[in-house]
Nanobody, 126 residues
Framework: QVQLVESGGGLVQAGGSLRLSCTVS????????IGWFRRAPGKEREFVGV????????YYADSVKGRFTISRDNAENMVYLQMNSLTQWDTGVYYC???????????????????WGQGTQVTVAS
């Protein structure tokens, strides 16, 4: 079955950086947009950013714009989330998710995504 596995989470000081990875297997990777979402303690899951199937388009939540960057390597079935200038408000479980593009633009709503990883914890110490 399809697998998405996040890695790279951990504890970091405010102002620091982390790079999360999402390894995808058992699907035609280049046909999928890949999104990142997060769930902060006591809050709903929220959109962080998304990269289109070919890497040509990215969208970010306003809260992370200018600090986070998503990239992908279609040869390796990998997606990366580079997070810089982290704050305590970035603490949460981060998930990657896959959305078959159907020729449409990348989406920001979690219910549009067909496959999800289990998440990786990011904790930013203030």
């Amino acid at each position: 079955q399809v697998q998405l596995v996040e890695s790279g989470g951990g504890l970091v000081q405010a102002g620091g950086s982390l790079r999360l990875s999402c390894t995808v297997s058992r699907l035609t990777f280049s046909r999928y947009h890949i999104g990142w979402f997060r769930r902060a303690p006591g809050k709903e899951r929220e959109f962080v950013g998304v990269i289109s199937w070919n890497g040509g388009t990215t969208y970010y939540a306003d809260s992370v714009k200018g600090r986070f960057t998503i990239s992908r390597d279609n040869a390796e079935n990998m997606v990366y989330l580079q997070m810089n200038s982290l704050t305590q408000w970035d603490t949460g479980v981060y998930y990657c998710a896959a959305d078959l593009h159907y020729g449409l633009a990348p989406k920001q709503r979690d219910y549009d995504y067909e496959y999800w990883g289990q998440g990786t914890q990011v904790t930013v110490a203030s």
